[in-house]
Every structure is written in structure tokens, then in C-alpha cells.
């Protein structure tokens, strides 16, 4: 199993750009990525972030710079501590032909589609050492940095001062929960409206 730690970005997208290249890092790559959640729960009130991720299988979506495509189906099995915060992680993850078939499917099938993600990745590195800044469509920036090259074995607790070491502006929570933050919003504006 795997950890990262994910916060809010508490500046727009150019000064975020700036700060991190000033501190030496460089823009690898960018893509974009569609996830749809699919889950058999009910709908009819608010479910518990373990408990819809346990129940949900995603459809990813991937286009690259080149415009190429990747489609992947995959499944996060996610251990939690008291407060739901993702204290590891492990995907299974498996390559499809195509999201869209995919998708339709598992509508068919009678699951829901509990939320979909659109999202931006820009991957920065320094040396062995990098991070994903984040733009959620209908929630903002976002920086993630979990195990990988320099970052292998290291704890969430380091993880979290890795991303404070950026000196970009932070959100206090460094579990932030994109797809259950996007699930949440959307369920109160459809109450409201």
C-alpha cells in the first residue's frame, strides 16, 4: 500500500506556477482525466466517504499533451484511520478499450454514477522529487504528493512537510478528498436549488 496527501491551493493557478518553479521545479507533464464513480448504493441520503469508495469502481478517462488516450477501470481499496483521513492505499487497476463503453455499462447494469471528476494534472519535479498540482473543475487547485522516487517509504506526516516545504499557500486539511468534496457540493446545491 501507498500514501499521499492531497490540499487545497490557496492561490490561482499562474502564482502557484511561479512559486514552484522559482523553488527549481519544472513542468514535466500535463493531462487531463475524467473519473466517473460508480457505486449499486442508494442515492437517498448522504453516504460516508469509506464506506461509497469500498462500494465504487471508477472509469478513468486520460488524454495526454499529443492528444492519445488511456482508459482505465479501477478500484482504490483505502484504509482509513478514526476520521476517514486515507492513511494508505492500494489500486487495481486495469486497462480498457474504451471509458465511454464503459461507463455505459455499468449504467446499464443499474449502478450509479455518484460523481465525476474532471480534472487537470500539471507534474512537477526537481531531481527524484515531484508533485501534482491539481485543477478540479468546480472545486480549484489542489497539490498532491504521495510515494514515488525520493518519496518512497516516507510517512503521511512527511509527505505533508514535503508539500509545506513548496511554500505555496495551504489549506490546514492535508487529506482533502476530492471526488467526496465534489459529491458533497453537488448534493447541497441540488437541495438548495
Known amino acids: 500500500m501507498t500514501c499521499e496527501v492531497t490540499a487545497k491551493i490557496l492561490c490561482d493557478k499562474e502564482t502557484a506556477f511561479e512559486i514552484v518553479k522559482s ?3 519544472r513542468l514535466l507533464k500535463t493531462f487531463t482525466q475524467v473519473s466517473s464513480y460508480w457505486t449499486h448504493l442508494p442515492a437517498d ?5 469509506k464506506k461509497l469508495l469500498d462500494n465504487s469502481v471508477l472509469v478513468r478517462d486520460s488524454t495526454y499533451k499529443d492528444n492519445t488516450k488511456e482508459a482505465q477501470l479501477v478500484y482504490k481499496d483505502k484504509a482509513c484511520d478514526e476520521n476517514e483521513n486515507v492513511v494508505a492505499e492500494k489500486k487495481t487497476i486495469c486497462a480498457i478499450e474504451n471509458a465511454e463503453v464503459a461507463n455505459n455499462i455499468f449504467k446499464v447494469a443499474g449502478f450509479r454514477n455518484w460523481v465525476t ?3 487537470e494534472f500539471y507534474i512537477f519535479v526537481k531531481g ?3 508533485f501534482c498540482i491539481k485543477d478540479v473543475d468546480d472545486l480549484g487547485l ?7 522516487g525520493d518519496t518512497i517509504g516516507k510517512t503521511i506526516g512527511e509527505l505533508t512537510e514535503i508539500a509545506k516545504t ?3 499557500p495551504l489549506g490546514d486539511d492535508f487529506g482533502a478528498k476530492i471526488p467526496y468534496l465534489l459529491y458533497m457540493k453537488q448534493r447541497h446545491s441540488h437541495k438548495v436549488q
Open 142 to 148: 489542489y497539490i498532491e504528493v504521495e510515494q514515488r
Open 45 to 49: 441520503k448522504p453516504i460516508r466517504y
Open 117 to 119: 471528476t474532471d480534472v
Open 166 to 168: 513548496l511554500n505555496l
Open 128 to 130: 527524484r522529487l515531484g
Open 23 to 25: 523553488g527549481g521545479f
